[in-house]
């Protein structure tokens, strides 16, 4: 699955719905009941980027190609996951295929719509669900260091990691994330994460899933939802999966009024998106022409280029150096030309790290 991000929850907190108007298509079965969610669906989402409209509106080009990120929307955990319960395991594996866990929390009441645990309590739901990945976590943690035990007889190296891994385990038995381990910028962790993949050491972004009141404002279940996510240095974004339901269909500025009539700049999905880009470590470039105004996808502290490679491996294998404008200076001389003009074009070599929001041409040779 590579870079993407992996919907959770309990069964019947939002996530189904929030993913089908995510995606802005019912790809997803959103049924009141456990279970409706099987194979995981998988999803390409444009990221919103307001700067490509403000280049098109220079440029004029035919289409606009936006970044994407990749969503999965992974059955609801239950209770027991970790030993297999409700298609537990199945499910495990598919979230250790996924780079940032957005987890989707149940933040109203409703009583026309179950929940599986008979009442609304975030922290117990977040509580059950991080339990599940911790108790996975210790399972594959200790079959590692059996193995370690081993190798450590001959093998000082081993014997280093070993100890990481015997205080890990110890640490995550006392119910913490792998991910808040003190000692996670170490040699010995970055081996063991390399060989193991830790649930609880991923990117985590809750995503508080409330009425309409919510989103204006904080109610009870938010408020200790925020708290739990600032302990552990975690994403809180607030969303109604109702009303993002209700955007499906309509257009960006139907969209937007909808939004603002309700008090709400921005809405839940877009800034999960977003955080989500973030969250990933990614950043776009563009490029800018009369066939297509572009985002380029590329890792945080790119390179040129490496940048030029998502293009086409032979641009750079050939590089010779990048014309680069930033976003600014295009945008406020109206353009490539007068940005030349005004000294704005610069040319960049193979040190070069690409900026997000850098316009950028390459010159390459074959």
Known sequence: MGLAIGLVGL????K?????????????????YPFCTIEPNKAVVPVPDKRLSALAKIVNPER??????????IAGLVKGASQGEGLGNKFLSNIRETEVILQIVRCFDDENIVHNEGSIDPLRDVEIIEGELIL??????SNRIDRLKKQAKADKSAKAVLEIAEELLEFLGDGNLARNFDKTESD????????????????????????EDGLL????YVLALKKHAEANNCELIKLCAKVE??????????????????????????????KGFEKLGLMSYFTAGVKEVRAWTIKQNSTAPRAAAVIHN?????????????????????????AKEAGKMRLEGKEYIVQDGDIMHFRFNV
């Open 11 to 14: 069964p019947n907190v939002g």
């Open 16 to 32: 189904s719905t929030t993913f089908n108007a995510l995606t802005k298509a019912q790809n997803a079965e959103a049924a009141n």
């Open 64 to 73: 606009i190609q936006y970044s994407t990120l990749d969503f999965v929307d």
């Open 136 to 141: 996975a976590d210790i399972e594959v943690l």
């Open 188 to 211: 010995e962790y970055a081996q063991l994460v390399n060989e193991v993949r830790f649930l609880t050491d991923k990117e985590i972004m809750y995503g508080a899933n409330t009425d």
């Open 217 to 220: 404002e904080d109610n009870e």
């Open 245 to 274: 339901e209700e955007l499906i269909g309509l257009d960006d500025e139907e969209a937007q009024e909808f939004l603002t009539d309700m008090g709400v700049e921005e809405s839940g999905l877009e800034q999960i998106i977003h």
């Open 314 to 338: 032979d641009f750079e294998k050939g590089f010779i150096r990048a014309e680069v404008i930033a976003y600014e200076d295009f945008v406020e001389f109206g353009g490539e030309a007068k």
